[in-house]
């Protein structure tokens, strides 16, 4: 090792292996900890720093993949299938719908 690489803070060392890792790459905290020897709560806080920079994104079922690092701000565009997903429920698109029920949300 360098003096400068010295320098760099395992975060920041985790952080430059994250984001060298080729696009969709499953990342693990518990692999991302034993391969780099660090506890797995700074293997989370470097996954979840990644995920505030567009570096990886966290998926159910799936899991955190590393992705084509998005600017800053844009934010991820939902469909109607994952909105569905969420809020465990149905699409009513194109019909009427009772009186009685809300359609603003």
């Known amino acids: 090792m360098d003096g400068q690489e010295e320098n760099v803070t395992k975060h920041e ?3 430059q292996h994250i984001e060298q890792l080729k696009v969709g790459s499953k990342i693990s905290v518990r692999g991302l900890a034993r391969e780099l020897g660090v506890s797995e709560g700074t293997a989370y806080r470097a996954v979840k720093e990644a995920e ?3 570096l990886v994104v966290t998926k ?3 899991g955190t993949v590393r ?3 998005r600017p800053r701000g844009m934010s991820e565009q939902l469909t ?3 909105v569905v997903t ?3 429920g149905h ?3 194109g ?3 009772s009186p009685n029920r809300c359609t603003s949300m």
């Open 52 to 54: 505030n920079f567009g």
């Open 13 to 15: 060392q985790l952080l």
């Open 95 to 97: 019909t009427k719908v």
């Open 91 to 93: 699409v009513l698109g």
């Open 86 to 88: 969420i809020v465990e």
């Open 80 to 82: 109607f299938a994952d």
């Open 67 to 69: 992705i084509e690092k």
């Open 60 to 62: 159910e079922r799936i």
